[in-house]
């Protein structure tokens, strides 16, 4: 998002990143108390929620702009 500075302002992005890495440690925790680690489930969780979590919201986050962009301009046209 940009700023009233017109600079990108992450601020969203670092409130977000902060409850998935919150999230993150929570159920992280409960895991490797659960299960061993040999079975290697906080690794998959936590890729399980790189891949589809993260990497959901960056794609809205930095295409979003590109494709209002590409709107306005058929709606000029």
Do not use: C, W
Not at 3 to 12: G, I, Q, R, W, Y
Not at 37 to 58: D, K, Q
């Amino acid at each position: 998002m940009h700023s009233k500075e017109n600079t990108l302002d992450f601020t969203p992005m670092d409130e977000f990143m902060a409850s998935v890495i919150q999230a993150l440690e929570e159920h992280g925790t409960r895991a490797v108390l659960v299960f061993p680690p040999a079975a290697g489930v906080l690794i998959g969780f936590a890729e399980r929620v790189a891949n589809e979590v993260v990497r959901s919201y960056l794609l809205v986050f930095f295409f979003t702009p590109f494709i209002m962009m590409g709107m306005r301009r058929l709606v000029n046209t």
